[in-house]
């Protein structure tokens, strides 16, 4: 055992559960929303899926504020992709703006479940403990989830620094200056990940000893969630046909 795992691993100050929505069922209730955003091509229906990501982050974040905040950024990128559906695709361009609009937002914002509701360190026990994957796969993924609310906020601060500096002046700027703004958040991306090395050496992280997170169970009005949602896209899709 080396120096100092022993302690690491015993310090059990956050046993208690902290995620606001299961792990699971916030992935669960992405993937269906974004699969149903990717297939749905109807304005009216894209609008009413958009309305449960809101209305989900709002009960698990209780900043509706930072949310909105989010979806104010990710607009101009709607925008422009919005633009360039309807030349390449020749689409009506109202139309196509408001389809690739919605979702982008509905992305964005179901995002958000994962940014305030999930604590990353509660999905690796469930991945483990229910369906058996390795430790060192389940804890990937929780780095992985750190990683991504990191750079949220690495994000907000790229935005501000060009802002500052008149490099992005308008919504426009976004769309033209994009290429800009994905450098340096993959520079940011590429430091983030050698201070998290350096802080996961340091602290002598084994997966395979590490139990500091008690497991999470599924509550009903979570399966309610996942119901509710396939119905209302279930009959969303019925209504379009009719």
């Not at 709002?58 to 559906?85: H, N, T």
């Not at 609310?149 to 500052?164: A, H, P, V, Y």
């Not at 940011?188 to 998290?196: K, P, S, T, Y």
Request: aromatic share 10%.
């Amino acid at each position: 055992m080396k120096i100092g795992e022993e302690s690491f691993n015993n310090y059990d100050i956050y046993t208690e559960p902290t995620s606001r929505i299961n792990p699971l069922i916030a992935n669960i209730f992405l993937l269906i929303l974004v699969s149903a955003a990717t297939i749905e091509s109807r304005v009216y229906n894209l609008s009413v899926i958009l309305f449960l990501p809101i209305l989900i982050s709002f009960i698990v974040s209780r900043k509706p504020i930072q949310i909105l905040k989010i979806m104010l950024i990710a607009a101009p990128f709607g925008l422009g992709l919005g633009i360039f559906y309807s030349i390449i695709g020749n689409k009506e361009i109202l139309t196509a703006l408001l389809t690739i609009l919605l979702r982008i937002e509905i992305l964005t914002t179901s995002s958000t479940i994962l940014y305030y509701g999930v604590d990353p360190w509660e999905l690796p026990p469930i991945l483990i403990n229910k369906f058996k994957t390795p430790p060192h796969i389940s804890y990937t993924i929780a780095l992985a989830f750190i990683m991504y609310q990191r750079l949220i906020k690495d994000l907000k601060e790229i935005i501000d620094s060009l802002r500052s500096k008149n490099i992005i002046r308008n919504e426009l700027d976004y769309i033209i200056r994009v290429h800009v703004i994905l450098y340096v958040l993959v520079y940011h991306a590429i430091r983030r990940a050698e201070e998290m090395e350096i802080a996961l050496e340091a602290r002598n992280f084994n997966p395979l000893t590490r139990n500091t997170r008690k497991n999470l169970r599924i509550r009903f009005w979570e399966i309610l969630l996942i119901a509710l949602t396939l119905i209302i896209i279930v009959l969303l899709s019925m209504f379009g046909k009719l």
